[in-house]
Nanobody
Framework: QVQLVESGGGLVQAGGSLRLSCAAS????????MGWFRRAPGKEREFVAA????????YYTDSVKGRFTISRDNAKKTVYLQMNSLKPEDTAVYYCAASRIAAATTTIEDYTYWGQGTQVTVSS
């Protein structure tokens, strides 16, 4: 069982940056792939970024490539999402998720554990 708690969301102007953190409890965090998803108002939850258990493989949705970076620190049981050059269309609730699959995966159905989400609002 893994419990996930996101933090770091907030209000930022377009062009600004935020870093989201996701702290995990339970075990074994280091063997799980991790992902970030988001849900914008009126839209379905969508994939944002994923990272493999060892951090060597990462995936991003096209709209955030070059602006967002996912990383993890297994010793701290924490995964991060660095978000730069934020745009109003990045406004959403961001969710951290853990997959029992060790390899990074973009498929929402592969994720078993979910956090409660953190709100990110980008003003124009």
């Amino acid at each position: 069982q893994v419990q996930l708690v996101e933090s770091g969301g907030g209000l930022v102007q377009a062009g600004g940056s935020l870093r989201l953190s996701c702290a995990a409890s339970g075990r074994p965090f280091s063997s799980y792939a991790m992902g970030w998803f988001r849900r914008a108002p009126g839209k379905e939850r969508e994939f944002v970024a994923a990272i493999s258990w060892n951090g060597r493989s990462t995936y991003y949705t096209d709209s955030v490539k070059g602006r967002f970076t996912i990383s993890r620190d297994n010793a701290k049981k924490t995964v991060y999402l660095q978000m730069n050059s934020l745009k109003p269309e990045d406004t959403a609730v961001y969710y951290c998720a853990a997959s029992r699959i060790a390899a990074a995966t973009t498929t929402i159905e592969d994720y078993t554990y979910w956090g409660q989400g953190t709100q990110v609002t980008v003003s124009s």
